[in-house]
């Protein structure tokens, strides 16, 4: 489980990363500002033809817009990457549906995203009381690997381990809504007693 103390961290490191993609722009733009003024003033004081200048200006005016182009998209995807709205990297948002007494100490769970080349820790974000026994635990995990071989563990200290297998493309595409409740694929808990295991936990989720 990501602690307070690491989003801290992270959220640290992405505002020093946006801040120096930012100077960086500026200072692209200011070379390329300066650049321009002193070809233009060379320009005037030596003669070429009319239609060379056209050229030669021309040249130099496309080659200023792709420079600040350029600063502008680093400077974009630096923001989406630090707002988690970078397109390249979706994620899962996903809600976890489970006995109350199962789900008490949140600040113990640990959730990882197990695929068949790498692990990743999930972000949990919550619970929800629902009132009739179960509670809801939220999270989101980023889909960083293209395959369709995806496993969510989610491991209770002292109360179990929860395998649910995430039905999705390898290139999954994004939804606005979240899908059918899936039952669990495989539970390890000495708590589950006489309660159904497919009828007690079970998760919904949809890629962002």
């Known amino acids: 489980m990501t602690t307070l103390s690491s ?9 020093i990363g946006i801040l120096m993609s930012a100077l960086s722009g500026i200072a692209m733009a200011l070379a390329v500002a300066l650049a321009m ?4 003033r060379l320009s005037y004081r030596m003669s070429y033809s009319p239609w060379r200048d056209v050229v030669r200006h021309g040249l130099a005016t496309l080659a200023a817009l792709i420079l600040f182009a350029f600063a502008a998209y680093d400077m ?8 988690g709205l970078n397109p390249s990297k979706p994620a899962v948002e996903f809600e976890i549906r489970m006995p109350r007494e199962t789900l008490t100490a ?8 197990h ?15 629902l009132g009739d026994g179960r509670s809801v635990l939220r999270g989101a995990v980023a889909l960083s ?17 929860f395998e649910f297998r995430l039905r999705l493309a390898a ?12 039952l669990a694929d495989r539970i390890a808990s000495p708590l589950a007693g006489s309660v159904a295991p497919q009828d007690a936990y079970t998760i919904r989720y949809r890629v962002l």
Request: hydrophobic share 35%.
């Open 7 to 15: 989003l801290w961290t992270e959220s640290a490191d992405g505002q």
């Open 76 to 83: 974009r995807h630096a923001a989406a990457a630090y707002l």
């Open 171 to 182: 290139e999954p595409h994004r939804s606005e809504q979240f899908g059918p409740w899936h």
């Open 145 to 161: 690997q293209r395959t369709a071989d995806r496993v969510l563990v989610v491991n209770l200290p002292g109360k179990g381990t």
């Open 106 to 113: 949140v600040s113990d769970t640990q959730i990882a995203l």
């Open 115 to 129: 695929t068949d080349r790498n692990q990743t820790l999930a972000l949990v974000g919550g619970v929800q009381e």
């Open 37 to 40: 003024t002193v070809y233009f």
